[in-house]
């Protein structure tokens, strides 16, 4: 049986490896989040629950990827921003750079917010 996630968020869905070039481009004139999910995880249901509560969605362009549906996509993602991968994981490229990284339990707006602001 295949679980129902509910999305509160306007997610850009990521599931094509040339959005990348697009998130580069786009981070040069505004950070963008990217929320690396996996949907068999309860951590990462939990992570993604939080961070959704307290979204700004005006503010800052946010991607979700699904790992399970596109590993190779997050493969690319740790090549490309020299971020180990986790899961789950939140990263802010600002700049074509990743400016801030975290993982599992330490994934929070509050640590996001210095991060996603210019």
Not at 54 to 75: C, E, G, H, K, M
Request: glycine share 2%; proline share 4%; charged share 20%.
């Amino acid at each position: 049986m295949q679980k129902t996630c509910i999305i509160l968020m306007n997610w850009n869905t990521l599931n094509e490896t040339q959005q990348i070039d697009q998130i580069l481009e786009d981070s040069q004139k505004q950070p963008v989040v990217i929320f690396k999910h996996s949907t068999r995880c309860s951590i990462s249901a939990t992570s993604l629950n939080r961070l959704e509560r307290a979204w700004d969605q005006d503010v800052t362009p946010a991607y979700l990827l699904d790992l399970i549906a596109f590993r190779p996509i997050s493969n690319q993602i740790a090549e490309t921003f020299q971020v180990e991968h986790q899961s789950p994981q939140v990263l802010v490229i600002d700049g074509g750079k990743c400016t801030y990284h975290a993982s599992h339990w330490d994934i929070s707006n509050e640590d996001l917010k210095p991060y996603t602001s210019r």
